[in-house]
T-cell receptor, first 111, second 113 residues
Framework: GESVGLHLPTLSVQEGDNSIINCAYS??????FIWYKQESGKGPQFIID?????DKRQGQRVTVLLNKTVKHLSLQIAATQPGDSAVYFC??????????FGPGTRLSVLP | KAGVTQTPRYLIKTRGQQVTLSCSPI?????VSWYQQTPGQGLQFLFE???????NKGNFPGRFSGRQFSNSRSEMNVSTLELGDSALYLC????????????FGPGTRLTVT
């Protein structure tokens, strides 16, 4: 089955800088990927998604990049703000049966 | 539109007891998935229900079970609780079984002593 990992468990960035959070997945057949944000005491919140037939998708201040060759996914947050401080998870579909989540990266925004 | 609600938010139980957690999906959503979140294992899929039927199940022992009612509300039950069952249990709803967009509730924090 699918397994998902992240490169860094924690990331600290200065307010106003760009943040990049990385994720690796194992199943080349995964068709759909999602990034979630989880704030303390809350459930994961959908940020942005991307299908395997795309390599880039942009939202409001966020961009997801998908490199299927090396099975790598990244989330870029532009002009990081204090409200962006949270744990970020990537998730990959597992043969359409369910989603497998990465371990999460805790993003801390420094003033 | 109200989000996914989970009750109770916090629960303390003793080893050997059983527990039932409840989830009310977003109005109109018919698919409900349950996840266990722990610091060591992260978010792990438990099971998914759609139209009162379990569609998928993760790799958890039979002590973990669930059901879905005709109004799409779902419950999960854990019997013979173990210390390792202490976790945040998250429920997520989606419009249909084929919809990838899941909306999570705030979770139920279960502590087993």
């Amino acid at each position: 089955g699918e397994s998902v990992g992240l490169h860094l468990p924690t990331l600290s960035v200065q307010e106003g800088d760009n943040s990049i959070i990385n994720c690796a997945y194992s199943n080349s057949a995964s068709d759909y990927f999602i990034w979630y944000k989880q704030e303390s005491g809350k459930g994961p919140q959908f940020i942005i998604d991307i299908r395997s037939n795309m390599d880039k998708r942009q939202g409001q201040r966020v961009t997801v990049l998908l490199n299927k060759t090396v099975k790598h996914l990244s989330l870029q947050i532009a002009a990081t703000q204090p409200g962006d401080s949270a744990v970020y998870f990537c998730a990959a579909d597992n043969y359409g049966q369910n989603f497998v989540f990465g371990p999460g990266t805790r993003l801390s925004v420094l003033p | 539109k109200a989000g996914v609600t989970q009750t109770p938010r916090y629960l303390i139980k003793t080893r050997g007891q059983q527990v039932t957690l409840s989830c009310s999906p977003i109005s109109g959503h018919r698919s409900v998935s349950w996840y266990q979140q722990t610091p060591g294992q992260g978010l792990q899929f438990l099971f998914e229900y759609f139209s009162e039927t379990q569609r998928n199940k993760g790799n958890f022992p039979g002590r973990f079970s669930g059901r879905q009612f005709s109004n799409s509300r779902s419950e999960m039950n854990v019997s013979t609780l173990e210390l390792g069952d202490s976790a945040l249990y998250l429920c997520a709803s989606s419009f249909s079984a084929d919809s990838y967009e899941q909306y999570f509730g705030p979770g139920t924090r279960l502590t087993v002593t």
